[in-house]
């Protein structure tokens, strides 16, 4: 199937205002519920200095809202994942088969997630999921969090760079 010019042209605006409404967030922040009021909170007051919209529970899930259901929405509309691995959300993964391991195995399936160590490491990590640990990421034992959070907001710019490039490449406007 192809599309004649004008058909692309008229398109185009409707395809972007899609995409511009499933991508509501640039981030989708993976907390254990133990942090969320205080390392997840800080991580998520630091992107957002940083212009980086995020999905966050905390602020994102309304009191008598499905839970699942709003992470699922939340999942969907976010250009990236970052898990927060924690004491605590170590514990929750290999304990516990609750939304913050549904949410893990949902991030997993998509290609930008980045694991951020907090107070674990990599290797702490691939004890309890090695395909998480495989994939590459920041830890605070290396640079502050404040640095993490910066290269985040970078590379959320790029990802947006990739989906307007492609996006005028598909609509013959490059």
């Known amino acids: 199937m ?14 972007a205002a899609t995409i511009a409404r499933f991508q509501a ?7 254990a519920w133990p942090d969320r009021q205080a390392d997840a909170k800080d991580v998520y007051d630091l992107l957002l200095a940083e212009d980086v ?9 309304r009191p008598g809202t499905d839970m699942r259901v709003a992470i699922d ?7 990236m994942g ?28 998509r290609s930008l997630l980045v694991p951020v160590m907090h107070g674990v490491t ?7 999921t090695p395909t998480l640990a495989s994939r590459g990421g920041f830890s605070t ?6 640095d993490i959070v910066v290269k985040i907001a970078e590379l959320v710019g ?11 490449m598909t609509s013959g406007t490059r």
Request: net charge negative.
């Open 2 to 15: 192809s599309y004649t010019p004008q058909q692309v042209r008229d398109l185009t605006p409707v395809r």
């Open 25 to 31: 967030h640039d981030v989708f922040l993976c907390h």
């Open 53 to 61: 919209s995020v999905w966050f529970s905390e602020v994102s899930l």
């Open 73 to 79: 929405r939340g999942l969907v509309s976010s250009r």
């Open 82 to 109: 970052i898990v927060l691995v924690t004491p605590a959300m170590l514990d929750k993964l290999s304990t516990d088969r609750s939304i913050a391991s549904n949410e893990l195995s949902a991030l997993l399936r």
């Open 122 to 128: 990599f290797e702490e990590l691939d004890q309890v």
């Open 141 to 146: 034992a290396e640079e502050p969090m404040e």
């Open 158 to 168: 790029l990802v947006a760079e990739e989906e307007a490039d492609e996006l005028s």
